[in-house]
C-alpha cells in the first residue's frame, strides 16, 4: 500500500483544478433500505460551464490555502475513535464501498432521471466527477441534508417573476460547495468526519469489526463477566463500536492478561470490580464498560516527563 504525502495529494489536486477543458459529471446517490440491505441508485447530471466553473474555483481556492501553508497543517490517519480537527486520510483500499468502486464505463451507463419529491426523500448524498484529457480523476463527496432542497410547499419558498413575488412550482436543488471529503490519487482525503462515516455507511462496518474483536476477546485469557449483556451493550452504541473497530486495528488487546489487568485497576483507579479467584473483570454497571474498553485499548499511559498518568484516545507510536 503507497505511503500518503500530503504534499503530493495537494499538489495534484490544485494542478488538476487549474487545467482547462476538465469534464465535469455530477452523480446524485439515492439510498432505499431493503430486506437484503440497502440498495444504492445513481442518477447523473451534467454541469453547464458556468456551474462547474464555480464548483471548480470554490474547492481550488480551498485547495490553494491548504497548500500555503501544507507543512504547518496537522494530518493524522482516520480511526473511527479520532475526534481531532485536524485533516485526516485513509487509503481507498481501506473502504469497501460501491461509491469508491464506480469506474468510467459504469458511470457511462448512468442514466439521468426526473429529480422528483420522491427522488430527493431517498437522496443520500453526490459526487462531483472532475477528469483531465489523460484520465487522471477528482471525485468530491457530499453528503445530502435537507437543507439542500428548497421545497416549494414552503411558505417562504418564492421566486421574482416580472417583478412580482410568486410562490415556487418545483422542488429547487441549492448546490452547497462545502465538501466532506474526496478522493484523489488513491486516498480520501476527510474534512467533515460524521458526515464521511455517515455517507460511506461505515456503522455498518463497525458493528461487524465490533462483533468480531469482541468473539475474540471473550477467546482471551481475561474475561468479562455478563458477557451477553456487555456484548449486546457495546454493539448497542455508535461511539463504543467505534472503540471496539478502533480496538481490532490496534490489537493490543492481544497482550492483556489478569496480571496487568489487576496492575492497572490500582494505577489508574478504574471503576470495574475484579475476581482474582476466577481472572474475571467483573462488569456490573453502564458506567464500567467505557474503563473496560480504555484498557482494551491501551489508553492508559504514564508520562515520562511529569509521571502523570493520562487517559489518551489518539495515540502515535514512535
Known amino acids: ?49 458556468d456551474v462547474q ?6 474547492f481550488l481556492g480551498k485547495v490553494k490555502r491548504i497548500n500555503k501553508s501544507i507543512n504547518k497543517i496537522n494530518f493524522e490517519k482516520y480511526s473511527p475513535t479520532n475526534t481531532s480537527d485536524c485533516i485526516k486520510y485513509i487509503s481507498d483500499k481501506e473502504i469497501d464501498q460501491k461509491l469508491l468502486k464506480l469506474n468510467k464505463d459504469e458511470i457511462a451507463t448512468i442514466k439521468s432521471s426526473e429529480l422528483n419529491s420522491e427522488f ?24 445530502y441534508t435537507p437543507g439542500n432542497i428548497l421545497r416549494k410547499s414552503l411558505l417562504n419558498a418564492l421566486i421574482i417573476k416580472h417583478g412580482t413575488f410568486t410562490k415556487l412550482d418545483r ?46 476477546i471473550n477467546k482471551g485469557e481475561v474475561k468479562v463477566s455478563n458477557w451477553e449483556d456487555f456484548k449486546e451493550k457495546c454493539c448497542d452504541n455508535i461511539n463504543m463500536m467505534r472503540k471496539l473497530s478502533n480496538i481490532k486495528a490496534n490489537g ?5 492478561t489478569f496480571a496487568k489487568v489487576k496492575k492497572m485497576k490500582k494505577d489508574y483507579k478504574l471503576r470495574f470490580k475484579i475476581d482474582e479467584q476466577t481472572k474475571i473483570i467483573i462488569y456490573d454497571e453502564y458506567k464500567d464498560i467505557w474503563d473496560i474498553l480504555a484498557l482494551f485499548d491501551d489508553d492508559l499511559l504514564k508520562s515520562e516527563l511529569t509521571k502523570k498518568k493520562y487517559e489518551v484516545s489518539s495515540k502515535k507510536e514512535r
Open 1 to 49: 500500500m503507497a505511503e500518503f504525502n500530503q504534499e503530493t495529494v495537494f499538489n495534484g489536486t490544485e494542478q488538476l483544478l487549474s487545467e482547462e477543458n476538465l469534464s465535469a459529471t455530477l452523480i446524485f446517490i439515492t439510498r432505499e433500505k431493503s430486506d437484503e440491505g440497502n440498495v444504492y441508485n445513481f442518477n447523473k447530471v451534467l454541469l453547464n460551464q
Open 53 to 58: 466553473d464555480n464548483f471548480r474555483k470554490s
Open 120 to 143: 430527493f426523500e431517498n437522496l443520500w448524498g453526490y459526487i462531483v466527477i472532475f477528469e483531465n484529457n489523460n484520465s487522471t480523476v477528482l471525485r468530491i463527496f457530499k453528503r
Open 171 to 216: 422542488d429547487i436543488f441549492k448546490m452547497d460547495y462545502k465538501i466532506h471529503c474526496f478522493l484523489f490519487d488513491g486516498f480520501l482525503i476527510i474534512f467533515a468526519k460524521r458526515a464521511f462515516e455517515e455517507l460511506f455507511e461505515l456503522a455498518d462496518k463497525f458493528m461487524k469489526e465490533s462483533k468480531e474483536v469482541l468473539d475474540e
Open 252 to 256: 493490543y488487546y492481544k497482550s492483556i
